[in-house]
């Protein structure tokens, strides 16, 4: 027998103050599953054309998946979905960390927050109750800083935090929310839209818990789960030992390690960067993981300079380190401290330093242009941490860093620089190395990002299985299998890390086990595909043509020149005509109605 | 009339906790005015053979000049002196702050150690009342815990602490003394032996004020004195706005700046590590003065890496700058950081970490030899911060460090690559573009030094008056007039920087108007040069020999290959014989009898 789903949401009107609880249909539950899946169904309800997202029209949701809060390993995940004010399109931005737990104790599943408060203000959700309070004395502070003021003063006993840094106060285009000091919902300028409705921070406190309607069932499901992931040799070893930086030399040695802005594939100094020497320099002290993970990847660090934090994760990384040629692992860990403290998306703030180095080279930008920072050569280790604060705070250059890679190359008359899609900038992988992820790249719904199918699994580590990396006959489908299963993973509240140990019939064991819902294995990808398409038509409401289902010119047209990769390119033709067919779209890019039907959109 | 002089000294035993307070002379007094001169009168009266410096026979001193606490302009120094662990001969390291003019408050001119504590102790100097405090729980922490510490639990109101950090504890053979936090007696490893001692900090609080003999007639001199330093371009306008740091391009636009190691004279990252640059890139914070300073050239700073503190200084920028061939002003002020916090000279950390820049490009030192440390190139932000750290704790290739260049290379088999003087490393100014500064480093009786003879001022900056830096000729004349003032500035108890702006009459005038003794100007410089024979004949008691009054062969060989001193060696040859007879010493550079005689030694 199937059991009824019944998730709550609470809305806030910050232009009004008025608050609003309700429950989302068994129906939409069972269509959309939860977290990414049920946030972009809201955020299509209630966005019905384009909108500019600084204006109050913007929705900003806080969502939990079904499994967050549960004993499922890595059932701790939230995410926060916006129209992007990086890309205009749909954004939603996975964290881990406490908070996304402690929000499901609320009893809540979804925050909804409209409107625009007229002066700063922070949320305090304990259980039922629900207050705004003023939060004049928090602006201008770090997160840090913010998070423990309000652990210290907000009245409750160990409450979890979510706030904007800085960045997302000056409105920095890809300024994020963090949440425990350390964890991030990362990319497309989430915290920069929290920051325009002059929202602070979220305070929960909850004391409910959700109960697998078979729990004894589920426990032992969950026991076998962590088995896996515990023998695994990535999630039982290698994320573990080195953590996400175990990618460095694999990445680099394939010859798809994008450097000093997607110049060449492989990066002279990934030795002295990579997570191999975060471990010898002894710059890590200890692992640490997110709610309900065996797998611990996170990196407790501290410097010679004595400056203590997390990370950098390899994208992190990788961004201030090989996309800038920078190879001191200090000043790369320090930029990526200050990415925390002041709320910054890493990957973004790295690749638009980078691409500001190869403008400031190639001549675009002048000296004069640098209202006296450093001048931002490739490899200047002073120029990612002054220009991480600087663009913080949109001082001097900082200002046009702010805005990200691609306006800020259109504005010095060299956009073709931009190492982004659809305004996104790329993360670590060279996709003319890698032929599926390229293709992922350029379809992925929310602009240039690894994590909305990651081919680097089967294209260079070999899981489930190896693929050759420069086919591209039959990667578009599966790249449409790993989208699919990626949002479910998402929209279910876990970590999509557990995907290197399990495959779809684990999470397909645990979502019916946990909800009693009764997923057939088709039922489940049918969501993922759901999901996908619903963002897709999102999209396109708000503007997005076939025209932009691309990557930068650069790597279409320029062939690598060194590296196992040389001369290869990304070959994006022979790949998007049969993803769109695959997809049940026509030569647009447009869902045709049969595919909307089938999923009953 | 003659007043007479009462000098007052503290002398401590470690070893049985003895405690004694004696008068200096006036005859002593009079014949080595204060400070560096009784200092060194000291020393030599008790240290009669060659001996260990880090042995219980090594004194300690601290020493205050008579003008330090008074109203004079800087009058605020006091000098630490032992037998230097890094050349075996005389250290006196000077410094500023408040320590030294809150020593003479106590009633005491002088503290002597000796011996050597049991366990780590502290000492408390509140007026008359002297106590000798467990440390145990200090021992450890670096000097601003330390200070910290002190300051919240010496039960005395705003007492001032002197401290060494680990790498005193750990016998750096280049580990300084800090006190009020940032203030350093810098150079020669005092810290090491007070390390060596177990003497972790001095805590001072007195309440006596010692006046001028004539102490109407002393203020009017005073105020004439600030207003000469006010209106002097160097002392009222260069050194306030950017500190000592103005030296940079000054230095660097000479040809005389020494790069990787000395291999050349102009570095082409100048302008970025400049103290232009610090004021421009925002890093400056404001300007902060010792005790009774007009100037105020300290440099109270803020890196984008939230890190705060003072300085670099220019010595401190260029030696983990040019020295090391690295242009992030960011890294190097978080070494120059990390020096105040562990207690480190750094003019010495960054010549040895330059040093071994050049021993591992030349192959001298493997990469085996690095123990996972990052690589030592020329250039490398991160090795700078890094081995700062790994040599104060003498972790890995930081252990070899540790003992200062010249022993370093010669465990690596290239003792030609320490560029130092007397086994301590060269400053910031390259002698082949300075043969007057050439003589005065050859000669300095604590080894490579600037401030025994300050040359730059005449023979670049044109203080008092432009010499041609080229010739050689009477230049030993002008090197012994400087030294032997010099040892009269330091004996009184201010600030060398006062001589950009006074000249010797206006610190007789100081010195008379204070404490009524009534010296001619002869009188003066003879004390001065009394003070400098005494340092020889005390060295040559420890071992010197002429052999040793010399440079690196570099500097004597190889000439400058670019800038505007290009083709330039050091003509040491060419000054040395006749510096040894202006200074009435033979041939060997031992004082003649006549000349002991004329000096009373």
Chains 1, 2 share one sequence.
């Not at 939860?34 to 969502?63: C, D, H, Q, W």
């Not at 900038?425 to 992925?444: F, K």
């Not at 990557?551 to 290869?568: T, V, Y």
């Amino acid at each position: 027998m199937e059991e009824k789903m019944y998730q709550k949401i609470l809305k806030i009107d910050l232009s009004t103050g008025k608050i609003e609880k309700e429950q989302i249909s068994h129906e939409i539950s069972k269509n959309f599953i939860g977290g990414r899946g049920i946030g972009t169904y809201l955020i299509n309800s209630m966005v019905n054309k384009k909108i500019s997202p600084f204006s109050e029209e913007n929705p900003l949701i806080f969502a939990t998946g079904p499994l967050t809060g549960s004993a499922a390993p890595t059932g701790g995940r939230y995410m926060v979905l916006c129209i992007s004010p990086l890309t205009n399109f749909i954004a939603c931005s996975n964290s881990g960390g406490m908070f996304g737990a402690e929000l499901k104790k609320t009893g809540f599943d979804y925050l909804c927050f409209t409107g625009k408060a007229k002066r700063p203000v922070y949320v305090v959700i304990n259980n039922e109750k629900v207050e705004i309070k003023d939060a004049q004395d928090l602006w201008g502070k770090d997160t840090h800083e913010t998070t423990d003021f309000l652990l210290e003063n907000s009245g409750l006993k160990n409450p979890r935090v979510a706030c904007i840094g800085p960045a997302g106060e000056n409105l920095v285009r890809f300024a994020c929310v963090i949440n425990d000091k350390h964890r991030a919902a990362g990319r497309s300028g989430v915290g920069a839209v929290m920051g325009s409705k002059n929202l602070k921070a979220i305070v929960v406190k909850g004391s409910k818990r959700d109960y697998a309607r078979n729990q004894e069932r589920f426990i032992e499901t969950v026991k076998a789960k962590v088995e896996k992931l515990n023998s695994h040799p990535v999630t039982g070893e290698a994320l573990p030992k080195l953590g996400t930086k175990v990618l460095d030399n694999i990445i680099n040695e394939h010859g798809a390690y994008p450097t000093r802005n997607f110049q060449t594939g492989i990066f002279e100094g990934t030795e002295e960067i990579s997570g191999e020497a975060l471990v010898e320099k002894k710059y890590l002290k200890k692992n640490k993981g997110c709610y309900g993970c065996p797998i611990k990847c996170g990196r407790v660090t501290e410097l010679p300079t004595k400056n203590r934090g997390e990370g950098p994760e390899y994208e992190s990384g990788w961004a201030f380190g090989a996309a800038t040629g920078v190879r001191d692992l200090i000043a790369i860990t320090e930029a990526n401290y200050l990415c925390n403290l002041y709320g910054l998306d890493t990957i973004s703030t790295g690749v638009t330093i980078a691409c500001a180095m190869e403008l400031y080279e190639k001549g675009f930008i002048k000296k004069s242009d640098l209202n006296s920072g450093p001048s931002p050569n490739f490899g200047s280790s002073e120029s990612i941490v002054y220009y991480t604060r600087a663009l913080s705070f949109r001082e001097g250059l900082g200002d046009k860093l702010a805005e990200g890679s691609l306006r800020l190359s259109r504005e010095f008359g060299a956009p073709e620089l931009s190492m982004s899609v659809k305004g996104q900038e790329l993360p670590a992988y060279d996709p003319r190395g890698v032929q599926g992820q390229a293709l992922a790249y350029a379809t992925s719904n929310r602009g240039g990002c690894h994590v909305r199918a990651y081919l680097i699994a089967p294209e260079v580590l070999g899981i489930p299985e190896k693929l050759d990396p420069q086919e591209t006959k039959n990667k578009a489908n599966w790249v449409k299998i790993f989208q699919d299963l990626t949002a479910v993973i998402d929209s279910m509240g876990l970590c999509l890390f557990t995907s290197f140990a399990l495959g779809a019939e684990d999470y397909l064991e645990l979502l019916n086990d946990f909800i009693g819902c009764n997923y057939s294995m088709d039922e489940m990808f049918k969501c993922g595909e759901r999901i996908w398409n619903l963002e897709r038509l999102l999209n396109m409401k708000l503007g997005l043509t076939k025209e932009m289902d691309t990557l930068p010119e650069r790597l279409l047209k320029d062939a690598l020149s060194e590296g196992n990769q040389k001369g290869n390119v990304a070959r994006l033709d022979e790949m998007l005509p049969e993803y769109y067919e695959i997809r049940g779209w026509d030569e647009n890019g447009t869902p045709k109605s049969e595919k909307l039907k089938e999923l009953g959109l």
